[in-house]
């Protein structure tokens, strides 16, 4: 996970230190697409890892699995 500047998993991991519970579900995307890499992902505190590229779809439906069942992302974006 490449961030400018920065690590995108160290980045996880020093925000799920300094927020603890009250940090929100972390969504990685990224290219990289090895098992490797996603359980990397996964182990660094990500909730779940997409692919690029990935689908508006996609997106917006790994998004819903950690909001409120009552603010569907995808169900709005349907809308429109």
Wanted: net charge neutral; charged share 20%; with cysteine.
């Amino acid at each position: 996970m490449s961030l400018p500047d920065t690590n995108g998993l160290a980045l996880a991991v020093e925000l799920r230190a300094e927020l603890g519970a009250r940090c929100p579900p972390l969504l990685a995307y990224s290219a990289h697409a090895m098992t490797r890499d996603i359980q990397a992902a996964t182990r660094g505190g990500f909730a779940d890892h997409l692919v690029k590229p990935a689908t508006v779809q996609t997106v917006l439906a790994a998004i819903d699995r950690f909001l409120e069942p009552a603010q569907p992302v995808l169900a709005m974006a349907r809308r429109d």
